[in-house]
């Protein structure tokens, strides 16, 4: 998905008094329905580095450092540029793993592999509705998710994905950090709540500030799925 999936975020959080940014990746800016029928020709070679490399000369160009918020490949964009020292706070939503976190549980297998099939080489991925279905939608109806779809889906790189678990996506869960807060849905698919656990987990004897908050019921499209607002509650809270 593309910024244009946090419209309602921004809208949440700028009534309460935030100036609000939402950066697209490298070739992912525009209307979904175009994206999804004028592939760029560049986005399949477009890998996490090219992804943090674009955001942090974004962050670079701002008065002052930002609180950071990102939901899946975003919430491990936040962790990277979070120890790039990149922001004053970071929550990582239902957040892809870092290097050497990983899941064998089925769901997670069944919906990552499509993306990051080696087979593939350089071809773009265009989710298809079934797909997004069970990846991020598996507690809505397939008609709801067909509504979702349209809305805001957009063609992936592979190598974004592939990439991000190699040396690109390596955390130094070590150093010192600004806070971090993880969120995870109980029944997401594509990144399981144990992971996210797992990844909270290699930071707590950091000596940071490190907090953990699992939604029950909700699945990886919790930032738009109904209730989201009790997430966006929780974050400003949070964050506050």
């Not at 992804?51 to 609180?67: A, G, M, Q, R, Y």
């Not at 976190?101 to 991925?125: E, H, M, R």
Request: one cysteine or more; glycine letters at 6%; proline letters at 7%.
């Amino acid at each position: 998905m593309n910024p244009i999936s946090w419209e309602s975020w921004i809208e949440y959080f700028k009534k309460r008094g935030y100036k609000c940014h939402a950066p697209a990746y490298p070739f992912h800016e525009g209307n979904p329905k175009e994206l999804r029928k004028n592939v760029p020709a560049e986005l399949g070679k477009t890998t996490f580095g090219h992804v943090i490399n674009h955001l942090s000369t974004f962050i670079d160009s701002l008065p002052e450092k930002p609180v950071l918020i990102g939901h899946s490949m975003g919430g491990l964009a936040v962790q990277k540029l979070i120890e790039m020292n990149k922001g004053v706070a970071g929550v990582c939503i239902d957040s892809a793993p870092p290097k050497g976190i990983f899941s064998f549980k089925w769901s997670f297998l069944k919906a990552n592999l499509s993306t990051i099939n080696p087979f593939k080489g350089d071809s773009v991925f265009i989710p298809s509705v079934d797909w997004f279905h069970y990846a991020f939608c598996n507690t809505m109806s397939l008609e709801q998710t067909q509504v979702e779809y349209m809305k805001y889906v957009v063609p992936e790189s592979r190598n974004i994905a592939r990439s991000s678990i190699k040396s690109e996506g390596k955390i130094n869960f070590k150093i010192p950090h600004p806070p971090l807060l993880i969120i995870a849905g109980e029944n997401d698919h594509i990144v399981p709540s144990s992971l996210n656990r797992k990844n909270y987990d290699a930071y707590r004897n950091n000596g940071n500030k490190t907090d953990y908050k699992e939604f029950e019921g909700r699945s990886h499209y919790i930032c738009s799925q109904k209730n989201w607002e009790e997430v966006a509650q929780f974050v400003y809270n949070w964050i506050s």
